[in-house]
């Protein structure tokens, strides 16, 4: 395994057993949960939306080790965002883990989000990786439903 690939790793394993922004959020007025059926990943977002401003989102539920980063990378590199940045970096993100993204470039606009890269290998682990995203637009969307991969 090349050194990239190890750090990769060793990030998504830091974030999926010390995931950051875990637990409830009192102040938030924005909820939604999410379900991945084929996985088992279960999601509850709270977001404290100001305006179109992000202030601050915290996650809560159990999924495996993709999952569990994927919500802890997607808290970091979100708060103080507004909806159309966040919504972007959906866009680019998803483009990653579906193999999409050929330039190198491309990547590194990702940050940490990059280190999902390898995903598109494995297609079933895409819902598990873009779990959390549904369930933010599902919550900036202020849906009621829950919010399923399947």
């Given at each position: 395994m090349s050194e990239l690939a190890e750090l990769y790793q060793e990030l998504i394993l830091d974030?999926?057993?010390?995931?950051?922004?875990?637990?409830?959020?009192?102040?938030a007025n924005r909820h939604a949960n999410g379900h991945n059926p084929l996985c088992g990943?279960?999601?509850t977002l709270h977001v404290l939306l100001e305006g179109d401003?992000?202030?601050?989102?915290?996650f809560e539920g159990a999924g495996c080790a993709i999952?569990?980063?994927?919500?802890?990378?997607l808290t970091e590199a979100l708060k103080g965002k507004d909806r159309a940045a966040a919504e972007?970096?959906?866009?680019?993100?998803?483009?990653?883990?579906?193999?999409?993204v050929e330039s190198e470039d491309a990547r590194r606009a990702l940050g940490k989000l990059a280190?999902?890269?390898?995903v598109c290998e494995f297609p079933m682990r895409v819902k598990c990786a873009t779990l959390a995203?549904?369930?933010l637009l599902a919550a900036l969307d202020k849906r009621e439903e829950s919010i399923t991969t399947e």
């Open positions: 974030h999926s057993k010390r995931p950051r922004n875990f637990g409830p959020l009192p102040e990943d279960k999601i401003r992000i202030r601050d989102l915290r999952s569990t980063a994927a919500a802890s990378l972007a970096l959906f866009a680019r993100f998803r483009e990653l883990v579906t193999g999409k280190v999902f890269g390898g995203w549904h369930t």
